[in-house]
């Protein structure tokens, strides 16, 4: 699945791309990505901005982080002009222009090195809200709201239905 749409800085020229890639950070997120990284290459790449990599566990979620993305970007007018991977189960590649996005399967990633490319390039925070710091990873219990029993109602009592009376051959008398 290699669309080529046309070029993408045409097509998304005047795109805000770094608000771009933390929109599609924050879906990947949603869809239960991990180790989502944004780096950005504006000074030191010719073909990009920023490059987004994330890595899913399977490819049923590689195939629901792309759409996810895709979908978003598109409702806001934005399309990739590139697409790469489309037969692979293992990972994909979305280029709009200035934001390319990389999703990979864990030994994928690895495989290709990613991270260690882009190791000098700076990154970009993205989480929507900071860590707090000393949290143990506890999960903080509160106690459950004040719950009303429930109103008794009267039984209604309906009569049992009738049951219409069957006529037995002969036949089945002798049995």
Same mark, same amino acid.
């Given at each position: 699945m290699n669309d080529n749409i046309g070029p993408s800085s045409d097509r998304?020229?005047?795109? #805000?791309?770094?608000?771009? &890639?933390?929109?599609?950070a924050r @879906? &990947? #997120?949603?869809?239960? &990505?991990? #180790? %989502?990284? %944004?780096? #950005? &290459?504006?000074?030191?790449?010719? @073909?990009?901005?920023?490059l987004l990599v994330a890595t899913v566990d399977n490819p049923a979620q590689l195939e629901a982080v792309e759409e996810e993305i895709s979908v978003a970007f598109k409702k806001d007018g934005f399309y990739a002009g590139h697409r790469d991977g489309g037969q692979s189960r293992h990972w994909r590649v979305l280029d709009y222009g200035g934001l390319i996005v990389h999703l990979f399967e864990k030994a994928a990633r690895e495989s290709f090195s990613f991270d260690s490319i882009y190791s000098d390039y700076p990154t970009v925070k993205w989480q929507a809200r900071p860590a707090r710091s000393g949290n143990t990873g506890k999960k903080v219990r509160r106690p459950a709201a004040a719950r009303k029993p429930a109103a008794r109602k009267p039984a209604?009592?309906?009569p049992a239905a009738r049951k219409k009376a069957v006529k037995r051959s002969p036949r089945s008398a002798r049995k």
């Open positions: 998304n020229a005047g795109a #805000d791309f770094r608000a771009m &890639a933390i929109t599609a @879906l &990947a #997120d949603a869809k239960k &990505a991990e #180790d %989502i990284r %944004i780096y #950005d &290459a504006g000074k030191r790449s010719p @073909l990009t901005d920023f209604v009592r309906k």
